[in-house]
């Protein structure tokens, strides 16, 4: 039985060079965020501040003391009702209070920005990253399915052969024994041919030794 041996191919196709351009492109993008000013500090520090309890429960506290103090009879009144410089100490101070909280929460968007556009590259060079996978997988599958079906080829050309020759097994046999019965009779013939002149002779020679007796 002839066994075909075939070699297996492996194609290898090129793949676009995404991961390259997505590194690329998050190499663009500042990795560090600057560092803040002494005025950013300090506003991010009053923006804290402003916005706690310790600084609600102190203004609290201020608050109803200046009140008291000023309707408290037997005490000198700074600011009697209706507390007129009670309300011009709030309004500066919400003067001050609403641009440092606005300029910290500038800057706090500007950091959330920056970092937004970070993820933003990341999560593309991953994007690219699982696409790149995904072909590489398809590749992969497409490989073995060809690898698949020329073994499947192989197997099927061998089961053809093998079939061929368990049907053609009983010819062969008949064949041969009819091949063995006509070889011995062609010997039994030849043999009879070379004996018979012996047994004639033999049976000469015992006529004569008959006769002399």
């Known amino acids: ?81 209706p507390f007129i410089l009670l309300n011009l100490v709030f309004s500066f101070a919400s003067a001050y209070t609403a641009p440092v909280v606005l300029m910290s929460q500038n800057r706090q968007s500007e ?25 590489k997988i398809d590749q992969l599958e497409k490989q073995h399915r060809l690898e698949l079906a020329q073994l499947l080829e192989q ?15 009983p010819q062969e046999k008949v064949e041969s024994e009819a091949l063995d019965n006509t070889t011995t009779n062609e010997v039994e013939n030849t043999n009879l041919i070379y004996l018979k002149p012996l047994l004639d002779s033999h049976k000469v020679v015992v006529k004569v030794a008959s006769k002399a007796k």
């Open 155 to 169: 197997q099927r050309q061998y089961l053809q052969e093998l079939r061929a020759n368990v049907n053609s097994t």
């Open 1 to 81: 039985m002839k066994t075909q041996k075939t070699s297996t191919t492996k194609t290898i196709v090129e793949l676009p060079h995404t991961e390259q351009h997505a590194s690329t492109e998050l190499s663009k993008q500042p990795h560090t965020l600057s560092q803040p000013t002494f005025g950013q500090r300090l506003a991010d520090a009053m923006a804290a501040k402003v916005g706690s309890w310790s600084f609600l429960t102190v203004q609290t506290g201020i608050l109803a003391t200046w009140v008291g103090m000023n309707m408290m009879p037997g005490v000198p009144h700074w600011d009697e009702q």
């Open 111 to 135: 950091e959330d920005r920056k970092n937004s556009e970070i993820d933003h590259a990341i999560n593309r060079k991953a994007a690219y990253g699982i696409e790149l996978l995904h072909e």
